[in-house]
């Protein structure tokens, strides 16, 4: 075989490998950890046969950035035997939050270039499971049920995660960030390409809109408000998309009742009067999920209570609130990576989680990569009220990414979505 066709081949193979991890978390759960450990393997590979090696320092940064992982061996030792094997199992669960930043410290820059090429495969898998999930539920409720039961904004994400496989949250963050890679592509300059792109992006967000998690929205709301300030001298120029995306929300609240639902339960916080239960809103399931987490806190701020312990303690907590209450108000984890991790280890973890996150932040401005420093914005957000570090496809979502754009702002790269 000739050396050009040998080359050609093995070009197609590693755009292949690249679009496939980015697809790898739409799979099912150990489909897309292999998925994603044969993917970082080939380029590693790839990059120790090119003969590509990078400075040192590479590796002291992504010691930085996944060493929050190593406080839990740490912890393995120190907690008590009953709680012990959780700790494991968070161990193997995290696994790639330590190995991914060493994986884009080892891969060579034209290879981190070509994986960033291929961000616009997540949005189209985005589009695709969206879609799919949709599709299912429309299914159950016109098929099966016959429309038995009436449209339920509850009904409707429990139908969309069990089909899909990933938590209405987590695919809300896909689609604010599918929404962030598109907006930041440059690739299409007609005015065709142009409308083909917002319309995608319009679709993107009825998608979310319709899951309505609070979190994601709230960062694509910062987003969009970056984004308005940075084009604050050409705003009457945008007047058309801005009432666009105002016909979007209206015909949203008017046609999407998990929207319309979904938002009358955020704005009845703010009514007077006795709720029957704190269950009928989550809202206020969010209150007393902070109230929880801070009680626990005020008990053990400074050393934490090991990662063991977290969810039993917590639970303890909720246990003796269903008994005031007098009817179940449910189990759950801190709902906040801060919380979660200053809970676990007290300052030494949110400190170290900080640390992290405003080092992140820096290199995102500084490169001036604005879909990094979009990205940094919707997890910092989704934080505050997920524990997204607990979760398989948070855990690879955070380190992929992040890892991914700090890697190539280190090496003066910028994304070119495509």
Known sequence: MPVSEYMN????IDVLLAR?????????????????????SYFVFRTLSVKQYSPYTYYLWALLLGGGYLLYWLAAPLTPESYRRFVFTLCERKAAYFLLPFVFAITAPDFRKLIQSQLIFFAIGSFIVCMAGNIDFLYHHLIIEKSANALSHVHYR??????????????????CFSICIILTNTIGTTRLQRWFRMGFVYLLLVFVLALFAKAPILGLV?????????????????????????????????????????????????????HEQITDNSVHIRQLIWQTDMDLLTRCWLTGVGPGRVLDLLHQRYFFHSIYRGYWVGNFDPHSQYFYDWLSFGVVGIGLLLIVMIMQFRRAILSQDKLYLFLMILISVVFFTESLLSRQQGVLFYSIFTSLF?????????????
């Open 9 to 12: 081949r093995l070009k197609k």
């Open 222 to 274: 910062l987003v969009g408000m970056l984004l308005l300030i940075e084009n604050r001298k050409s705003l009457y120029s945008l007047r058309w998309v801005g009432a666009s995306l105002f016909a979007v929300l209206i015909g949203a609240y008017a046609f999407v009742p998990f929207f319309r639902q979904r938002a009358t339960e955020v704005l009845g916080v703010f009514e007077s009067g006795k």
């Open 158 to 175: 429990i139908i969309f995660e069990r089909f899909t496989g990933i938590h209405p949250t987590y695919m809300s963050l896909y689609l």
């Open 406 to 418: 700090f890697f190539s702002s280190l090496s003066g790269q910028k994304t070119a979505a495509r």
């Open 20 to 40: 496939l991890l980015m697809l790898c978390l739409f799979l099912p759960p150990h489909l897309q950890v292999y998925v994603a450990i044969g993917a970082c």
